[in-house]
């Protein structure tokens, strides 16, 4: 059990009935009045944002979140399938579970995989990864001084912006956590 006066960023807790991340966590003590702790929690399996506020002596069990490596095998129609690194079972995920978190990872790529009570809730990409450049527009010389972009297809089919001397066929390496352009490979 967790009392809401130890609560950190990133704790799992189960609230009525629902698994809830602590985002923010802020302890209040008014001029009148008892002292409170005033959060903003993330439910881990819709995504939704609430702000709530607890007595500091308000006590909720920890919930027990398990992250693994899984492999990306490969995509079939609404359909994603991954393969467990250490007992090689496989699993199937459904376009929703997914969601846009594979836009960034090629096939044969380790993801790991969040799961409460065996259900999988969200997906960790690799936090950088390197990958072709498919499609985008030549480059200009000359007016470089602004720093200017351009947008760039890669090989998994996202769009990123990209310094104008990027082109087809270059290898960059991109923060998927941000979804920017780091440098060329």
């Known amino acids: 059990m967790v009392a809401a006066g130890d609560f950190r960023n990133g704790v799992t807790l189960e609230i009525e009935g629902a698994v809830w991340q602590v985002i923010e966590f ?46 990306y095998l490969y995509a079939d129609g609404d359909f994603y399938n991954f393969m467990h690194q250490e007992n090689y079972e496989q699993i199937q995920l459904t376009k929703d579970d997914v969601g846009d978190a594979l836009k960034f990872v090629k096939e044969n790529e380790v993801c790991k995989l969040l799961s409460y009570q065996g259900k999988v809730f969200s997906i960790e990409p690799p936090l950088f990864v390197e990958l072709e450049v498919t499609d985008t527009e030549p480059g200009f010389k000359g007016d470089t001084a602004t720093g200017a972009n351009k947008p760039a297809t890669v090989e998994t089919g996202a769009t990123i912006s990209v310094p104008l001397f990027v082109n087809i066929g270059d290898v960059i390496k991109i923060d998927t956590r941000t979804g920017e352009y780091l440098s060329r490979v």
């Open 26 to 71: 802020q302890h209040v003590k008014p001029g009148k009045g008892s002292p409170f702790v005033r959060t903003k929690l993330k439910n881990v399996m819709s995504g939704g944002v609430i702000e709530k506020s607890f007595r500091p002596t308000e006590k909720f069990p920890q919930a027990h979140i398990d992250k693994a490596d899984y492999q």
